[in-house]
């Protein structure tokens, strides 16, 4: 059973092209919904936490928006430094339950 | 500020062998999570340990144990090694107290042969 699920799998965009990346989840006592992005090879970075509906969050060119069913994270005018797996986590009590990723390429 | 450092960095066994990893959170954080990452997959919770205690279990089975020390370092121990744990085994620490949000270590590569 899927608790989290995350599309595109692969999103490849060119520089300055703006998108948005989907993290649907289901679980019966959302505590948080956590966004990190994991660079090959390396452990996951911490991007933002969003606790309630209608939270947003942002830092640079990302924004994370959470309703109750799903979570966007928006990349305005990405640039290739940004291309890593973006990886969505909700809490359900204390368990953690991961995607499985969208692996964003920006070419120059 | 010190992050999250997990050693080894790499390990290899043969199937049937015992192993363990260790993790030292970082400054200030009193709770540690361990995860399984199989290749392009996302992160499996193994389980969590607040204060020495275990707070959270994922769907591993007893062999996969751990322990947490009062310096808030903590230990994943694997018993009977199969291949399908082969893996790269990530650690998290976070302060608690409502404070969530989970920092990860650099992880440690497990082959089992």
């Known amino acids: 059973e899927d608790q989290v699920t995350q599309s595109p799998e692969a999103l490849r965009l060119q520089e300055g092209e703006s998108s948005s990346l989907n993290c649907s989840y289901t679980v019966s006592g959302l505590r948080g919904l956590f966004w990190y992005r994991q660079d090959p090879g390396k452990g996951p970075e911490f991007l933002f936490t969003l606790y309630s509906a209608g939270e947003e969050k942002e830092k640079e060119r990302l924004k994370a928006t959470l309703t109750k069913k799903e979570s966007f994270l928006h990349i305005t005018a990405p640039k290739p430094e940004d291309s890593a797996t973006y990886l969505c986590?909700?809490?359900?009590?204390?368990?953690?339950?991961f995607g499985s990723g969208t692996k964003l390429n920006v070419k120059p | 500020e010190t992050g999250v450092t997990q050693s080894p960095t790499h390990l290899i066994k043969t199937r049937g062998q015992q192993v363990t990893l260790r993790c030292s959170s970082q400054?200030?954080?009193?709770?540690v999570s361990w995860y399984q990452q199989a290749l392009g997959q996302g992160p499996q919770f193994i389980f969590q340990?607040?204060?020495?205690?275990?707070?959270g279990r994922g769907n591993f089975p007893p062999r996969f144990s751990g322990l947490q020390f009062p310096n808030y370092s903590s230990e994943l121990n694997v018993n009977a090694l199969e291949l399908d744990d082969s893996a790269l085994y990530l650690c998290?620490?976070?302060?608690?107290?409502?404070?969530?949000?989970?920092?990860f270590g650099p992880g440690t590569r497990l082959t089992v042969l």
């Open positions: 340990y607040y204060r020495e205690e275990e707070n």
């Open positions: 986590a909700v809490q359900d009590f204390n368990k953690f339950y």
């Open positions: 400054s200030g954080h009193n709770t």
């Open positions: 998290a620490s976070s302060a608690g107290q409502g404070r969530d949000e989970q920092f």
